[in-house]
């Protein structure tokens, strides 16, 4: 079993940046692919970045290209979503996922959330205008 654990949510200013990391405990991190989604209250969950076992592939959605970095660190088993330039529509529970792709395609095809099987609790992220 896997098991997520999302930390560095917190309030910005809008223009702001944060870090938030995602924790893997349970199988080895560097087996499984990574993403991060985002759900506003009313609305469903969004596919924010992704990026494969070795590191060597990302995907962004277009909301986000060039602001936000995605990025591994598999000898400490954490993911890590970097965020620039916030703006207060990014303000949004932000969760990390999990999967065991094999190979380096990330792509649109896993910008469903039904493609990830394991999940994080969600941290809190809130752009301030």
């Known amino acids: 079993q896997v098991q997520l654990v999302e930390s560095g949510g917190g309030l910005v200013q809008t223009g702001g940046s944060l870090r938030v990391s995602c924790a893997v405990f349970?199988?080895?991190?560097?087996?499984?692919?990574m993403g991060w989604f985002r759900q506003a209250p009313g609305k469903e969950r969004e596919f924010v970045a992704s990026i494969s076992w070795s590191g060597g592939s990302t995907y962004y959605a277009d909301s986000v290209k060039g602001r936000f970095t995605i990025s591994r660190d598999n000898a400490k088993s954490t993911g890590y979503l970097q965020m620039s330039s916030l703006k207060p529509e990014d303000s949004a529970v932000y969760y990390c996922?999990?999967?065991?792709?094999?190979?380096?395609?990330?792509?649109?095809?896993?910008?469903?959330?039904?493609?990830?099987?394991?999940w994080g609790q969600g941290t809190q992220v809130t752009v301030s205008s």
């Open positions: 349970g199988r080895a991190f560097n087996n499984y692919a």
């Open positions: 996922a999990a999967e065991p792709i094999p190979g380096q395609y990330v792509g649109n095809y896993y910008s469903a959330a039904a493609r990830w099987n394991y």
